[in-house]
C-alpha cells in the first residue's frame, strides 16, 4: 500500500490557500481523485465534485510516501478557473529558470510574531538580518528543518537566512520551466507542516506589521538561454523596458496587499513606478553585478512580487512578456 499526500489550491480569492488529504491505495502511481469542491469556494454543493489531477510527485520527508501536487478540473472535466498552472504550463519551458526568494513572518497561534509578544521587539531592525544569538534570531528552528524537509523531498532550496525583522526569515528555491512554480508552492505546503510540530504558524502577507519594518517580498530571478549564453547589455535593458511597458499588469498579477511594502522604501521602488538599474535594490527590477561581471551573462531579479504571489501567475506573466 502507498500513502499519497495530495496538495493543491483552493478557490479563494485574491490568494488560495493550500488543502491536502491523503490517500492509500495499492495503485503504482496516484490516480485521479474527486474531492468536495463546494467546501473550497470550488464548486456549488448541488454540483460539487471536483477532480484532482497529479502533475508532480515528491518523496514525502514528513508522513507517508509521496507528495502530490495537483491541478484542479471541474465536474465536467473542464481545467477550473482557480487553476493558474494551466495558463503557465502552457507558456513555460525548462529554458527558464527560475529563483524565488520566499520571505515570511513566524507567529504565534494568536496571530503575534515571533519576539513580539510585548508589541514591537527591543531593537529596531538592523541586528536581526543574518543575525545569531536569541536576542535577535527566533524561530531558527523552524527554518532549518524546513530546509531539510525540502532537500529530502528533491525541492532545490539554495539557501535560508532570517530577514531583517525578528521573526521574519526566507528561503531561496530554484527551479525550471513549470516545475518552479510546483516546487515554490509545495515548499510552502511543507512550511506550515514543519511549523506545525513548533506550535507556530506561517506569515505571507506582504506588510504584516505596520512601522519602519521591511515587509516580505518574494523576488523573483529569472533567465532564459539567450541571457544566461548569449547576453548583452542590449539584450538586458530591452528586457527591462518590456517589463516595464506592462508595469500594470505585473502588478495585478503579484500578490494582494502589495501596496503596503512597495512604498518606495525599505528597499522598495514605489508601486506606482517602474524603474531598473545595476544592483539597485530600491528599483523594480535589478540587474545583478554577476550578470554584468559575466559579459552581461546571466540573470535579473524582478523586485515588486509581493511574499503571497502565486509563482504560477508570475512565471506567467514574464515569459508571455519576454517571449
Known sequence: MTKYEYVWLDG?????????????????????????GSSTLQADGGSSDCILTPVQEYTNPLFGDKLVMCGVQT??????????RHAASEVASDEWWFGFEQEYFLTNPDGTILGWEDGIPSKPQGEYYCGVGAANVKGREVSEAHLEACLEAGIELTGTNAEVALGQWEYQCLGKGIKAGDD???????????AEDFDV??????????????????????????MRESG?????????EKLGKVHEDAINNYGSDNDQRLTGLHETQKITEFSFGVSDRGASIRIPIYTV???????LEDRRPASNADPYKIINHIISTLS
Open 293 to 299: 561581471e559575466h559579459d552581461w551573462n546571466g540573470y
Open 232 to 240: 548583452s547589455e542590449e539584450l538586458f535593458n530591452s528586457m527591462c
Open 75 to 84: 465536474g465536467s472535466r473542464e481545467v477550473h478557473p482557480s487553476n493558474t
Open 201 to 226: 504558524s506561517v506569515n505571507i502577507h506582504p506588510k504584516p506589521q505596520s512601522g519602519d519594518w521591511n515587509g516580505s517580498g518574494m523576488h523573483t530571478n529569472f533567465s532564459n538561454k539567450e
Open 12 to 36: 479563494y480569492q485574491p490568494e488560495p490557500f493550500l488543502r491536502s488529504k491523503v490517500k492509500v491505495t495499492n495503485d503504482q502511481t496516484p490516480p485521479e481523485w474527486s474531492f468536495d
Open 184 to 194: 515554490l508552492w509545495m515548499s510552502r505546503y511543507l512550511l506550515n507542516k514543519v
